[in-house]
């Protein structure tokens, strides 16, 4: 007798289901070869956008917190300005408040509005750096993980014929 007909089941769209859909269409259908390929090239992407991530987060962290101060008692305007107290735009020599504001919590206290705008300005872009560093190195080995699954394969755990 003949044995009973399986019931098809209706693919739901995840992930896998994609990368066998692209197999088929890079590969040959029957080795992950393209699934590889197309994971390498979503990873660069990654990478890409988690470095891109790195360097805004790096240049928020530098400059600092966009808030309301006075001007006046660092000598460059008169009353309070929103603006940007420590980034040093007058010379190309370091600050001493541009050195010290993200290591002296003292220094914290020049940004009047909002309020507890420094503290939040450093703990956020502390996070996305740490975060898409991360996010680079995961990517990094995924790219490295593609590119030897497209060129040397995958073993299937098939023994090959005698």
């Not at 988690?50 to 808030?67: D, E, K, M, R």
Request: charged share 15%; proline share 5%; aromatic share 12%.
């Amino acid at each position: 007798m003949g044995q009973p007909q399986r019931r098809q089941r209706r693919a739901s769209w995840t992930g896998q289901s994609f990368f066998r859909a692209a197999a088929s269409c890079v590969g040959d259908g029957k080795t992950m070869t393209g699934v590889a390929f197309i994971s390498a090239v979503l990873s660069k992407l990654a990478l890409l956008g988690a470095a891109a991530c790195f360097i805004f987060s790096g240049v928020g962290l530098t400059n600092g917190p966009l808030c309301f101060y006075n001007a006046s008692e660092h000598g460059h305007r008169h009353g309070t300005v929103w603006g940007y107290p420590f980034l040093d735009t007058d010379s190309q020599e370091p600050d001493a408040r541009t050195e010290n504001y993200l290591y002296d919590p003292r220094t914290w206290s020049t940004c009047l509005e909002p309020e507890g705008i420094v503290a939040w300005n450093v703990v956020l872009f502390s996070l996305l750096l740490l975060i898409s560093a991360a996010e680079m190195v995961l990517a990094s080995f995924q790219i490295l993980n593609g590119c030897l699954g497209c060129l040397c394969g995958f073993c299937d755990g098939k023994k090959s014929p005698p």
